[in-house]
């Protein structure tokens, strides 16, 4: 059971932006703990986008970025790109239930 | 450069036990890090198994936690996964990966698919 909420799927066309949000509680985002992304291209593992809320990590583009406030956090990603096509994951910490995911998002580039 | 990497049996009986191990190079094992295992049932999402310190301290997912065991074996830079009890629902694609103080999890294996089936 997810207890991160993300929307199923999110689309834009090329150049545009879109937000994926990922809803918790306070026992989850809003207890504090860090909130990271990953991209999941097919048959592949996740990759890191987005850590400790809003940190990319080397050769991550700066179309991303990440959010963070109150039980919720956010990813951008601004000037869409055909290669951004993928599934988009968030993920935290909860006092009780330990490692969270989110639901996940599907990008569709239009 | 660090690399994960599972292995295992790909076909599981229901009721049998699942084993994977995670074979860690390129990094420090001893370090100040967590191992943890996901796994992703075909078409569905990520879904957290469990942590393992290097000093052997582990975290379940508390609907796993009655049939899930972690292990780590530091002489040989890998850790371990026993799934018991086992379902078609646990039927997936395992992923191990190494996870840093923030939670993070910043290196990934490949996976593997591992099938319960009679």
């Known amino acids: 059971q997810s207890v991160l909420t993300q929307p199923p799927s999110v689309s834009g066309a090329p150049g545009q932006r879109v937000t994926i949000s990922c809803t918790g509680s306070?026992?989850?985002?809003?207890?504090?703990?860090?909130v990271h992304w990953y991209q999941q291209l097919p048959g592949t593992a996740p990759k890191v986008l987005i850590y400790?809320?809003?940190n990319r990590p080397s050769g991550v583009p700066d179309r991303f970025s990440g959010s963070k406030s109150g039980t919720s956090a956010s990813l951008a990603i601004t000037g869409l790109q055909a290669e951004d096509e993928a599934d988009y994951y968030c993920?935290?910490?909860?006092?009780?239930?330990?490692?969270?995911f989110g639901t996940g998002t599907k990008v569709t580039v239009l | 450069q660090v690399q994960l990497q599972e292995s295992g049996p790909g076909l599981v009986k229901p009721s049998g036990i699942l084993s994977l191990t995670c074979a860690v190079s390129?990094?420090?094992?001893?370090?100040?890090?967590?191992w943890s295992w996901v796994r992703q049932p075909p078409g569905k999402g990520l879904e957290w198994i469990g942590e393992?310190?290097?000093?052997?301290?582990?975290n379940y997912n508390p609907s796993l936690k009655s049939r899930v065991t972690i292990s780590v074996d530091k002489s040989k830079n890998q850790f371990s996964l026993k799934l018991s009890s086992l379902t078609a629902a646990d039927t997936a694609v395992y992923f191990c990966?190494?996870?840093?103080?923030?939670?993070?999890?910043?290196?990934w294996g490949q996976g593997t698919l591992v099938t319960v089936s009679s």
């Open positions: 306070s026992s989850n985002i809003g207890a504090g703990y860090d």
């Open positions: 990966a190494r996870e840093m103080n923030s939670r993070v999890l910043d290196y």
């Open positions: 400790g809320n809003n």
């Open positions: 390129g990094g420090s094992f001893s370090s100040s890090y967590w």
């Open positions: 993920q935290s910490y909860d006092s009780s239930l330990k490692g969270v």
């Open positions: 393992i310190y290097h000093s052997g301290t582990t």
